[in-house]
């Protein structure tokens, strides 16, 4: 832990900015809304441009620029680009680069740019009120591929201009058409920048610290519904970390991910296409191989007998499985050619096959549980 003298110097720029913002939206709004009044359509359109910015984040800056999970039409690219100027979280550049690099070396005090090993408020914000990592401020070798792509780079080179005219400009327009041009910059502004800054921030700093890890124990990021409700469907960061090059973080379909579901929807339109998807045999082993991490590590004093039993049982669910998704991979594909050709193959006998070993796959779960509950017994 570095000592109070020895800390680098303050970033008074984002110090002000991050402070001022907070302290109108937890005193001046309050104080408006008593004393003036602040009608419905303003928290509405509050509502509606926190969802545009936040949305832009996790669709546009993060599964688009940062992890390549699809590729988006320019329509779409550019109203990324203008909603993250509206979130006020720097160039979709910069921040891609920043990301990239907690991927690579996450919980690496040193390396990883928001490193949740260094606590609560150094992951939420403390890592960008001071020059921790002046060095790397301009270095964007990371992200070449994206300074091909020239919305990002028009972003980039003008995000000081854009964000200051589309967080001003935008909340003194809306104020001036339902009246009240301080309500708009109260509201519409400084609020729901507030909003947009500290949800995002949460998947740094909460979604590595509360949470469950059913896929992977190597780094922080934890899986949690509750943060998934506040970001967009980010808070499946357990999953995010370890399959970063899915388009989806809740890859459910109940999993709460509206990400997820607007690029999937904008897929439709020709707005995005080339979703890339983990194998669901990956994602499943995984989550096994955690399954049978967690056991050994709880209940020490389950015989060795019952942990090669696991294991043995664990290798045949494995074979399973990858037998499972291969045949109904193979069903898929049949059924697309169909549709195709208008054949009409005869699939009936693959889809029964695919029915027959998804039963069995059930059962072998079903043991697989009730053998991990004996080895939890003698947690
Ligand atoms: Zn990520
Ligand atoms: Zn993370």
Redesign the pocket.
């Known amino acids: 832990m570095q000592k109070n003298f020895e800390k680098p110097p303050l970033i008074w720029l984002n110090t002000l900015v991050f402070s001022i913002t907070f302290a109108i939206a937890a005193i001046g709004v309050p104080l408006y809304a008593f004393t003036v009044g602040i009608g419905a359509e303003f928290w509405w359109v509050m509502f509606g441009t926190a969802c545009f910015a936040g949305i832009s984040i996790t669709a546009g800056y993060?599964r688009l620029w940062?992890?390549r999970t699809y590729d988006a039409n320019p329509v779409l690219r550019f109203l990324f680009a203008i909603g993250g100027a509206v979130a006020l979280q720097n160039s979709a550049l910069h921040w891609s680069s920043d990301?990239r690099v907690h991927?690579t070396h996450v919980d690496d005090n040193d390396k990883d740019p928001y490193s949740a090993k260094r606590g609560f408020w150094y992951s939420h914000i403390g890592w960008m009120l001071r020059e921790y990592q002046a060095s790397r401020y301009s270095d964007y070798d990371n992200v070449k591929d994206l300074q091909k792509d020239p919305i990002v780079m028009w972003q980039h080179k003008y995000y000081l201009p854009l964000t200051l005219f589309v967080n001003f400009g935008w909340p003194i327009a809306a104020g001036f058409m339902l009246g009240d041009v301080w309500a708009g910059l109260l509201v519409i502004g400084v609020l729901r920048l507030v909003l947009n800054h500290h949800t995002t921030f949460f998947i740094n700093s909460l979604a590595h610290i509360w949470g469950k890890q059913p896929y992977t124990d190597k780094n922080t990021a934890r899986d949690n519904g509750v943060l998934a409700f506040m970001t967009f469907g980010e808070g499946y960061h357990n999953y995010?970390h370890i399959f970063?090059s899915d388009y989806r973080n809740g890859i459910r379909w109940w999993q709460f991910d509206p990400t997820k579901w607007l690029i999937r929807a904008s897929s439709w339109f020709g707005l995005a296409r080339n979703l890339k998807r983990s194998s669901p045999y990956q994602v499943e082993r995984a989550k096994l191989q955690m399954q049978l991490k967690v056991a050994r590590q709880k209940a020490l004093s389950a015989p060795e007998s019952l942990f090669e039993k696991a294991h043995e049982h664990y290798e045949q669910l494995g074979t399973q499985l990858r037998e499972y998704y291969k045949a109904r991979k193979k069903l898929l594909d049949s059924k697309a050619q169909d549709l195709k050709d208008h054949l009409n193959h005869d699939i009936d006998a693959l889809k029964k096959q695919v029915d027959d070993m998804r039963e069995s796959l059930a059962e072998q779960k079903r043991h697989w549980k009730a053998l991990l509950n004996q080895i939890q017994q003698h947690a």
């Open positions: 993060h940062a992890h990301h991927h995010h970063a």
